[in-house]
């Protein structure tokens, strides 16, 4: 398999991760205001499915990471389900607060959903390219990307053409809806002629 189509088989993954984290909120959601769950359960739930859907996000990336590098995974992750847990009570908390106020809240429920994987794989792509000492990545754009991400890729400032190579110790810059994937890139040093 080629590096293109390592990417392609791997925003598939966390696309499907993304589908089944929105789906699993919808449904608790659903027993929350059924009244199956209590407030305190539906919080729980929330903390505990995103966190394990962000854990293997993690897990992947870490394998995609290792792959692209020809190397061993080291299996060193970012952020652990527990280190999650007060971002995530936070965000359960504050999604419970909005439902007298929220127009869709399965809505915010399902881009959470979608969007929690992703970016978790993201920040753990750039940290094992990191933990394997890859001085740098460029961002791949998925199919439709969005201005931002094509300007964020910043080909317009790179006559190589392949983008911009940020350092591995920098986040990768993303937004709700982001699906670009960190790759592995390093600069071939020029000699004058």
């Known amino acids: 398999m080629t590096p293109d189509e390592l990417a392609e088989q791997f925003e598939l993954y966390v696309d499907q991760l993304g589908d089944k ?26 903390i505990q499915v995103v966190g ?44 419970v607060a909005l439902l007298d106020t929220a127009d869709d809240l399965k809505t915010q429920l399902d881009r959470i959903g979608r969007n929690e994987p992703t970016e978790a794989a993201q920040q753990q792509l750039v940290h094992t390219y990191n933990t394997h000492e890859v001085p740098g990545y460029r961002r791949r754009l998925n199919a439709g990307a969005c201005e931002l991400c094509v300007w964020l890729q910043k080909k317009h400032l790179d006559p190589e053409g392949i983008g911009y190579i940020y350092p591995t110790d920098k986040p990768m810059h993303r937004h709700t809806g982001c699906r670009c994937t960190p790759v592995p890139a390093t600069r071939i040093e020029r000699t004058a002629a």
């Open 21 to 46: 984290l929105s789906a699993a909120l919808i449904a608790a959601y659903e027993q929350w205001q059924a009244g199956t769950l209590t407030t305190a359960e539906f919080e729980a739930v929330f």
């Open 52 to 95: 394990t859907m962000n854990a293997y996000a993690r897990t992947g990336a870490d394998w995609l990471g290792s792959i692209y590098l020809a190397s061993t995974p080291k299996g060193t992750t970012l952020v652990t389900v527990a280190g999650e847990t007060a971002r995530l009570a936070d965000a359960a908390a504050t999604l």
